[in-house]
């Protein structure tokens, strides 16, 4: 790596991942360079009308990293730090996450610089329907299918949804996934995600010899992955003996009443004092001794000055990109099974794709038929990486890196370029 190598930058962290794969497999400077490179990047800056009845400009970004194997993927997030590097890591790793989970979608990201939790909901309507309208021509069920990320909601993929539906003149709703369920989003979407984590934790469970119901859980994210990992575990007879949040931990070794804490929070605003549990340190408590360690919060949280504190022996990756690139050797040398997260979170992108094919065909599956076809997907995928990895010798994350990029340059090869 680089003198100057920003542990902490996606795109710096997402290129370090690349490199070690595509060395692995031997992939010639060429492919290399096809693959590296976004097919697409679009910048758009986008005039609103704030409530006040000022104009302001917010600068947006669509990077279509890959179309190769089917249409670009990938959720929009409106930050106010969203940086162009920021959104074409996140577009790669949509195309690597796809690839290992075998659905027919490249990868796409995009992102709004603004600040969701200061603007109204009718400025964030007139800020998404512009930034739609801008690309009319690049969005499409057959093209670029976006979903919302961190700030946007199913509300703001229904807006996508209808401001796209009125410029074709009819109403498409396989432009966005994530939508409201009324409006031709899928059952179980909510849950995918951490529906995901699930199946993959009690393989690797599995794996190890250990009963679910010994297994020992820490959850770091009581949002939308964490929080439905840890039901779902629970509810599966694990013991989710921990669970962290930004603002403290809460601990109880018999095992946490998941829906009693979700109760708790809402009614505090907190999961701590939460009286089925003892409050324990939130930095501490990411080291301690447990059987699955499930970070799903946010990024770079397992690092090179963490990483040997850590003390679970299956890490499974709810968020993307909890651990950096410098932390994977500490992690390797101290045995621990890491699920990566373009396996361990690819749950909601495959329910995604679930929610993309009922809208075409305009058939919409019950909510055991999308559990069934998510695990028989999870499944196939855990063991596809972890086969790869064993016959390989390499870890679990580089043997996911090297199936996807192996199979997009496959079908790159397939296509031949177009000249
Ligand atoms: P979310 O906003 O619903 O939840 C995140 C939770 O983490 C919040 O409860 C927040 O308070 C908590 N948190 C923030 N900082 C924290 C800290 N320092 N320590 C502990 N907790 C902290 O977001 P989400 O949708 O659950 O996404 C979480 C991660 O999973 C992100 O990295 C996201 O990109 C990734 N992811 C989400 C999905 C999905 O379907 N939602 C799919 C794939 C990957």
Redesign the pocket.
Known sequence: MPHSYDEFNPLEAAEARFDLAAAALNLNEGMRKVLRSPAREVIIHIPVELDNGRLEVFTGYRVQHSIARGPAKGGIRYAPDVTLDEVRALASWMTWKCAVVKIPFGGGKGGVICDPSIMSDRELERLTRRYTAELIDIIGPESDVPAP??GTSQQTMAWIMDTYSMHKRHTVTAVVTGKPVDLGGSQGRTE??GRGCLIVTLQALKKFGIEPKQARVVV????????QAARLMSQAGLKVVTL???DGAVHNPAGLDIDALGAHRKATGSIVNFEGGENVD?DEALYLECDVLVP????N?IHSANAHKIRAKIICE?????TTALADPTLKAKGIFVIP?ILA?AG??TVSYFEWVQDRQGYFWSEELVNTRLEEIMTASFRDVVNYAEKHDVDNRTAAYMLALDRVAFTIKQRGLYA
Do not use: H, R, S, Y
Request: glycine share 24%.
């Open positions: 990320d961190l995918a995600t770091q994210g009581f949002g939308n992955v964490g929080g962290i949040e930004w939130k799903a919060a946010k990024e949280v709810g968020a993307n990109g909890p997260d979170n909601g992108v």
